[in-house]
T-cell receptor, first 112, second 116 residues
């Protein structure tokens, strides 16, 4: 079946530090890959996406590259801010389905 | 334009009771999906509806049911509530024109259900 495994948290960083959250997936075919962010007390917001191998999604300084050979979609940001404190979810959508499968989430806390 | 809206925001129920959660999609979106997010976990897919028809169902018992109305809003019903049903219930809408590409789902703020 389809599944997503992401780096366990929590992750605590200082402002301006480099952030990486690892995400690997299992799926048949060519799924679309997503990163969602959930701020405290809120629903999920789409952060970025990639729909085919070698695509790079980017938004708000975050980037992730769809790596078919390693079945990975790691999230990176070069310089985090306190406002980036949130829970980050990696997700996939199979090419033949509308259902999203999510990882367990990684809690990131950025300290000033 | 308004985003996905859900009601109520919070709800407290007793074991064995029934609950109805409501969702209004973004204007123009014809597809609605429901997800359950237990504290500390990622969301789990429950249902998807498109044009009032069930398109997909996750691994949830028959106590969970849903429907979509002609205006594309949706209700999620849960019967015979258990303590384990305590979770954040998320609704997402999408254009769902087809399967090609990264069809985006837009999530509402969720309904926090507590079963005591």
């Amino acid at each position: 079946g389809n599944s997503v495994t992401q780096m366990e948290g929590p992750v605590t960083l200082s402002e301006e530090a480099f952030l990486t959250i690892n995400c690997t997936y299992t799926a048949t075919g060519y799924p679309s890959l997503f990163w969602y962010v959930q701020y405290p007390g809120e629903g999920l917001q789409l952060l970025l996406k990639a729909t085919k191998a070698d695509d790079k999604g980017s938004n708000k300084g975050f980037e992730a590259t769809y790596r078919k050979e390693t079945t990975s979609f790691h999230l990176e940001k070069g310089s985090v801010q306190v406002s980036d404190s949130a829970v980050y979810f990696c997700a996939l959508r199979p090419s033949n389905d509308y259902k999203l499968s999510f990882g367990a989430g990684t809690t990131v806390t950025v300290r000033a | 334009d308004a985003g996905v809206t859900q009601s109520p925001t919070h709800l407290i129920k007793t074991r064995g009771q029934h609950v109805t959660l409501r969702c209004s999609p973004i204007s123009g979106h014809k597809s609605v999906s429901w997800y359950q997010q237990v504290l500390g976990q990622g969301p789990q897919f429950i249902f998807q509806y498109y044009e009032k028809e069930e398109r997909g169902r996750g691994n949830f018992p028959d106590r969970f049911s849903a429907r979509q109305f002609p205006n594309y809003s949706s209700e999620l019903n849960v019967n015979a509530l258990l303590l384990g049903d305590s979770a954040l219930y998320l609704c997402a809408s999408s254009l769902a024109r087809g399967l090609a590409g990264g069809v985006e789902q837009y999530f509402g703020p969720g309904t926090r259900l507590t079963v005591t």
